[in-house]
C-alpha cells in the first residue's frame, strides 16, 4: 500500500509543477501580448497625427509654423524625441501642387523582453505623406 500512496504522491507533485509551468507561460504570453497591443496603439496614434496635419497642409497649401507646433505637441505626448520636419513643404505650393509631410523622430518602446532581454527599446520611423494643394489663397490673390 505504501508504494501506491508514493506513486500518487509523485504524480500530484508533478502535476502541480506543470501546472504552475503552464500558468507561468501564460502570464508571459499576456504581458508580451498587452506590450504589443499599446505598441501598436503608439504607432496609430503617429499616423493619425500626421494625417489630421496632412489634411491641413492641404488647406493652408504649406506645412504652416501653427501646424507645426500643433504636431510637436501632440507628438511629444504621444512619447516621441527627436521630432524633425527636415524635407517637409514650408512654402506656399499653390493650388494643386504636391506638398510633402516628413516626420522624422525616436519613441520608446514595449520591446519583447524573451528575444534581447530588454524591456524597452529605442524605434526611430520617419513618414512621408504627399497631398496635393487645395489652398484657393493663391487663385484669389494672384
Not at 502541480?16 to 501564460?26: G, K
Not at 522624422?104 to 518602446?109: E, K, N
Request: aromatic share 8%; glycine share 6%.
Amino acid at each position: 500500500m505504501k508504494k501506491t500512496n508514493l506513486i500518487r504522491d509523485e504524480a500530484n507533485g508533478i502535476s502541480l509543477v506543470f501546472l504552475a509551468m503552464s500558468a507561468t507561460i501564460i502570464i508571459c504570453l499576456i504581458f508580451v501580448l498587452v506590450n504589443q497591443v499599446s505598441n501598436l496603439e503608439a504607432w496609430q496614434d503617429i499616423e493619425n497625427c500626421a494625417h489630421r496635419t496632412l489634411l491641413q497642409i492641404e488647406q493652408d497649401g504649406y506645412f504652416t509654423q501653427e501646424a507645426q507646433d500643433v504636431l510637436t505637441a501632440e507628438l511629444q505626448e504621444i512619447g516621441v524625441s527627436n521630432i524633425s520636419y527636415a524635407g517637409s513643404s514650408f512654402s506656399p505650393a499653390g493650388y494643386g501642387n504636391a506638398t510633402t509631410l516628413i516626420i522624422s523622430g525616436t519613441i520608446t518602446m514595449f520591446a519583447n523582453p524573451f528575444e534581447d532581454g530588454s524591456l524597452y527599446d529605442e524605434k526611430t520611423f520617419v513618414i512621408e505623406k504627399q497631398i496635393s494643394s487645395k489652398s484657393l489663397e493663391e487663385v484669389i490673390n494672384p
